[in-house]
């Protein structure tokens, strides 16, 4: 005889529990079911309560289609749904529900009641569907306490009752994202936690209950579609602006036909959209809710509905980071805009007139070159294409600017040879300080700034600072200079100007295609990649062999594909993503430390760019007049 155990057919109820432990594993999952069926019921009201985490009491209450008699005894069976009917139905799916596995799965492990039309239904492990009587409710109530009470071992792997509520209560807050139209409310422990009413937009639920800390007025709507009567996918992304930052991504939400799911591209696309408007090292707080034909994704491929298998989400992240470059551009070009007139308005509150009685200042201001704010939904920037001046740029009048700032040495209450004393660092090795301070010259600052002014155009390099700034001096301005974007931007229109020259690679790229989708694409912008220095051929089998790459390129294979593939810019912008791709790799990084001239030169030039920003949208340059310093300590 065999030591080896015999195959065996599981009893019912160990069946029924292993099942059931897929789809319920800790109190949240129960709230997650049972706000799934209040939704699908058509419900425009809903409450949950929770006691102990969940653990002890999880009820939710609706004011839905309720149920019958004969769906109470047979809604907790294996299996049972009112959601489809046939195995062709689960292409064209519309509910969040649809398995009939929730209420069986939860009876299991808990003991489940259900209150709807006159009527109480009571199942668990002990009992089976028992109906009784009970007062008429609109909508229906459905409560679960005990959780694994039956199941001890299961129970110790739950958390403390805090943990397990918190866990509920985002599970909670993900649900209501996506139905501003639903009122919702929370409770935990008899005290009432959060309150939703119903009827808002999508940006201001997404604040109100995921970000309730943030204004609501730094979030935008952007939206977009596959384009006709009749889109295959449409969205519309909440997301905040670039001075709303997370450390990580656990603030960007997606869901797909009002389910939230857990998919890397769409996160990714998020990503692209925002690259180089946020912070280094941080991201952005978004929610992205796209509509989606039923028959074009597949929700059906984990127990817990958390994943989706897409028929082609290529086009659809194309779609959602395109739309946001486009917004975050033009979001920095207005405010640049307003940045300009705040300096401009800010600078004209200190009246030269007054104490000089003269014309004070001449703004030299050109109307041509004032940034005009655009239609977000419609405009489409290209980079490179702007034309900008600098905004900063003033002349002040000679008197006008002794009158108000010049120093009157001789008024000074303090002894002149005390101050020239104190002004002296040299000194004896004795300790008695040297009478270098008697041939001190006053310092003549009229003449210094007309030698600046004289000299070079007016620039003058001050040094680097903290190993990523260069800090110079143009036109009574004070600069402060992001040598990396400086030095990208520079190489950018360089590439863009020689565009064409390439170099060819002794060992050849080769970029392997997903599916058809990806080799029609590259086929259709081959054209545009040999005029920015691709050249590329396609061998078949979804191989494309990469001989050439532009002449600057300092990128990998992987960094081609990425900029080919994964981001999928259009045809028309194709030569700008490689350049400013290639551009990002070839310039200075930061903590660099470049030495005098090379730094002087290149803060010379960044100050002479057309376009002071870099190819992924960030200024390139701040600057701070002298007034604003003057402000800044106090001086008048």
């Excluded at 594993?25 to 419900?43: K, T």
């Excluded at 209450?61 to 749904?81: E, F, I, W």
């Excluded at 990208?488 to 229109?493: A, T, W």
Aim: proline share 3%; aromatic share 8%; charged share 25%.
């Amino acid at each position: 005889m065999s030591d080896a155990k015999p195959v065996r057919q599981l009893s019912a109820e160990v069946a029924r529990k292993i099942a059931a432990g897929e789809v319920i594993d800790r109190p949240n999952a129960i709230v997650r079911e049972l706000m799934d069926n209040a939704v699908d019921s058509g419900a425009d009201s809903i409450a949950v309560e929770i006691d102990s985490g969940g653990i002890e009491k999880v009820r939710v209450v609706d004011n839905g289609s309720g149920m019958t008699k004969s769906d109470l005894q047979n809604c907790a069976r294996p299996h049972a749904t009112s959601k489809i009917e046939t195995e062709t139905d689960l292409l064209h799916l519309s509910t969040l529900g649809f398995r009939g596995e929730a209420l069986s799965s939860i009876a299991a492990v808990c003991r489940l009641s259900i209150i709807s039309g006159g009527w109480k239904m009571r199942a668990s492990v002990t009992e089976d569907h028992i109906i009784e009587r009970s007062a008429s409710t609109v909508g229906t109530i459905v409560q679960a306490e005990g959780l694994f009470e039956n199941f001890p071992a299961r129970r110790r792997f739950l958390k403390r009752p805090a943990a397990e509520a918190l866990m509920c209560k985002n599970t909670f807050i993900e649900k209501t994202l996506a139905r501003p139209d639903i009122a919702f409310s929370f409770t935990a422990d008899g005290e009432r936690r959060i309150t939703l009413e119903a009827g808002t937009s999508l940006k201001k639920r997404f604040v109100e209950a995921a970000l309730p800390s943030e204004n609501a007025s730094l979030f935008y709507e952007i939206s977009g579609s596959s384009g006709g009567e009749n889109p295959d996918w449409s969205f519309i992304c909440v997301i905040g602006e670039p001075g709303v930052s997370r450390a990580n991504k656990k603030d960007i939400y997606i869901f797909v036909n009002g389910r939230r799911i857990t998919e890397y591209s769409l996160v990714q696309a998020i990503e692209y959209g925002g690259q180089g408007y946020f912070p280094n090292g941080t991201y952005p707080a978004a929610a992205l809710f796209v509509t989606m034909k039923s028959d074009l994704v597949d929700f059906n491929i984990h127990p817990a509905k958390k994943e989706a298998r897409f028929r082609d989400i290529a086009s659809l992240h194309h779609g959602v980071s395109g739309a946001l470059q486009n917004f975050f551009h033009q979001y920095t070009l207005r405010e640049m805009k307003n940045d300009r007139n705040d300096k401009i308005n800010n600078f004209q509150s200190f009246d030269f007139d007054a104490t000089a009685g003269g014309k004070g200042i001449s703004y030299g201001k050109n109307k041509d070159s004032i940034l005009q704010a655009k239609d977000f939904s419609r405009i489409v920037m290209h980079r490179g294409a702007g034309n900008f001046t600098n905004p900063y740029a003033r002349e002040y009048k000679t008197d006008a600017y002794k009158a108000r700032y010049s120093i009157n040495h001789e008024a000074q209450d303090v002894p002149l040879e005390l101050a020239k004393k104190a002004l002296s660092f040299d000194e004896t090795r004795d300790g008695a300080a040297s009478d270098a301070a008697d041939k001190t010259k006053p310092y003549d600052a009229e003449n210094a700034a007309e030698k600046i002014k004289t000299t070079n155009g007016g620039f003058h390099f001050l040094g680097s600072a903290l190993g990523t700034f260069l800090v110079a001096e143009k036109g009574d301005m004070l600069y402060i200079i992001d040598q990396h974007a400086a030095h990208e931007r520079i190489l950018y229109d360089a590439i863009m100007q020689n565009q064409g020259k390439s170099q060819t690679l002794l060992v050849p790229y080769e970029i392997v295609t997903q599916n058809a989708a990806d080799d029609i694409y590259l086929t259709r912008i081959r054209d545009e990649m040999k005029k920015a220095g691709i050249a590329a051929k396609n061998k078949g089998n979804g191989v494309w062999e990469i001989r050439s790459v532009p002449e600057r390129w300092k990128g990998s294979e992987n960094d081609l594909y990425r900029a080919l593939l994964e981001k999928r810019v259009a045809p028309e912008d194709v030569i700008s993503e490689i350049a400013a791709m290639t551009a990002c790799k070839a310039a200075v990084k930061d903590g660099y430390v470049l030495d005098d001239a090379a730094a002087s030169d290149l803060a010379e030039k960044a100050l002479s760019l057309p376009d002071p920003h870099c190819p992924h949208g960030r200024p390139v340059w701040t600057a701070v007049t002298r007034a604003e310093l003057f402000a800044l300590v106090k001086r008048t």
